[in-house]
């Protein structure tokens, strides 16, 4: 890697970019699958996932990159998140969905309680000090946003912190009505760097120039971008039209004519809130040089789907791929390094470029 340490200025107007490097060499995003994905909130779904008691989904965390094996349960009404490898020799305890009374190794038969408690082990007589803790399955700390489901591996920052700013500003809005549209969810695979991604997602520059006629509903000259602890802002004032949000009297945004709500929360979530419901987006890394972005639909109200900025986002996406492909490309150059920032329009890159810059 070129150099440990990376500085971006607090100064926005002295500050310079990220090093192409950490776009382009491997072994910075090694450091990032440690200091920044492992200790991180993710988002893992709708709690509709879990349906009826018993219900168990193991899935992988961040293929690609934390590859971590997990399991979401329902015992009663309790949800678990464990980890999916048995404290006996490190098999996979449930390797399809199912609906169980109990989680059990097919290896040599180890059982567990649905909140990963250890319950049970043949042939183990006489083992000293057996069974401890140490013989349960990992717990994972597992949190609610409204319907919405989060976890992380050993998180830096309380939940709470991380999510309150979001809450607070939207906590108007009836998330809780939200339900999963899977026919408008889909999932993007980039050959380009999760980071890149979000660069273009968090900056305002390139809205007149790469989504000119997508998005002409979004009023620029009103557009700003706001920052919190751990996640950002940008407030799409509409130019016009009925679809917009109507916050309450005394919020900080009544009275203006709010087309979308797009939330950032480090590293990489975005919850993008129209006023048909909630496009999720989960940038994945897949390596330093691939990514998957799963766009997840949820909605509350199916009338205003064809409405205002949030009608078209498929077209949208196709321009911000195009052109985080094109930046991909040219961070491979031997002859750019680093840029600057404009103090008006990318504040939100600035804000992400100095989150990363610590936590790596």
């Keep these: ?49 879990l349906g009826e008691p018993g219900a168990s989904i193991p899935f992988t965390l961040l293929e690609g990159c934390l590859d971590e094996p997990l399991l979401l349960t329902r015992d009663g009404d309790a949800i678990h998140c464990v980890s999916n490898v048995c404290t006996h020799r490190g098999n996979l305890v449930c390797e ?22 250890f319950t049970s082990m043949p042939e183990f007589d006489g083992v000293e000090g057996f069974p401890s803790g140490a013989d349960d399955l990992a717990r994972l700390p597992l949190e609610r946003w409204g319907p919405f489901l989060f976890t992380s591996l050993a998180p830096a920052v309380p939940f709470s912190e991380w999510i309150e700013p979001m809450r607070s500003r939207l906590g108007w809005l009836p998330v809780d ?9 889909r999932d993007y695979e980039l050959d380009a760097n999760w980071a890149l991604y979000c660069d273009n997602y968090l900056e305002e520059f390139h809205i007149p120039y790469v989504h000119g006629q997508s998005l002409t509903g979004l009023d620029y000259g009103a557009y700003r971008t706001e920052t919190f602890a751990w996640s950002n802002l940008q407030l799409g004032v509409a130019t016009g039209g009925d679809a917009v949000f109507s916050p309450p009297a005394g919020h900080p945004d009544h009275g203006q004519p709010v087309g979308a709500y797009y939330w950032w929360l480090f590293p990489g979530l975005m919850f993008n809130f129209y006023p048909w419901g909630l496009s999720v987006n989960v940038v994945e890394p897949r390596s330093h040089a691939k990514t998957r972005v799963r766009f997840l639909s949820y909605v509350w109200d199916p009338a ?3 409405a205002g900025v949030g009608s078209d986002l498929h077209r949208v996406e196709m ?40 936590t790596m």
């Design 1 to 49: 890697m070129d150099g440990d340490r990376i500085h971006i200025d607090a100064d926005i107007g002295r500050a310079s970019t990220l090093p192409a490097a950490v776009y382009r060499d491997p072994g910075w995003f090694e450091r990032q699958k440690e200091r920044v994905f492992a200790p991180a909130w993710h988002f893992i779904g709708h709690s509709t996932r």
């Design 96 to 117: 399809e969905a199912a609906t169980l009374r109990h989680l059990r190794c097919r290896y040599h038969g180890r059982r567990f309680a649905l909140d990963g408690r």
């Design 177 to 185: 009505a939200l339900a999963f549209d899977p026919a408008t969810s």
């Design 304 to 306: 205003k789907r064809d």
């Design 319 to 358: 321009e911000d791929e195009a052109i985080v492909l094109a930046v991909g490309r040219g961070m491979r150059s031997r002859l750019y390094d680093r840029g600057r920032y404009s103090p008006r329009r990318e504040v939100g890159t600035h804000h992400f470029h100095r989150l990363l810059a610590a």
